[in-house]
Nanobody, 129 residues
Framework: QLQLVESGGGLVQPGGSLRLSCAAS????????IGWFRQAPGKEREGVSW????????SYADSVKGRFTISIDNAKNTVYLQMNSLKPEDTAVYYC??????????????????????WGQGTQVTVSS
């Protein structure tokens, strides 16, 4: 059973930084998609960033480009989301999500929450002064 465990959320002032971690276990395929979604109160869940293996194609939502960086430590099966220059509108519950299949580079930019079968429990990120 594939499991995802997030950590690293918290309260930060505008302009600050946080790093989220997602420790994954139980993968049975080398073809994986893993990344981050977020959901603010009263809003739909939206994609933030994800990558695939083994190619490590990366996709970012326009709202976080230039501020957030996704990375993977394959030895630890852990994906990180470094979030810099945080804004109040980044406040949300952040979820790690994963799936196991081959994805083309073009398809990476078109993924939605429905494309991910496995989800973590979520971690709260609050950006406020």
């Amino acid at each position: 059973q594939l499991q995802l465990v997030e950590s690293g959320g918290g309260l930060v002032q505008p302009g600050g930084s946080l790093r989220l971690s997602c420790a994954a276990s139980g993968f049975t395929s080398p073809y994986r998609i893993i990344g981050w979604f977020r959901q603010a109160p009263g809003k739909e869940r939206e994609g933030v960033s994800w990558l695939n293996t083994p190619d490590e194609y990366i996709s970012y939502a326009d709202s976080v480009k230039g501020r957030f960086t996704i990375s993977i430590d394959n030895a630890k099966n852990t994906v990180y989301l470094q979030m810099n220059s945080l804004k109040p509108e980044d406040t949300a519950v952040y979820y790690c999500a994963a799936d196991q299949r081959l994805v083309t580079q073009r398809a990476m930019g078109l993924l939605t929450p429905n494309d991910f079968a496995y989800w973590g429990q979520g971690t709260q990120v609050t950006v406020s002064s």
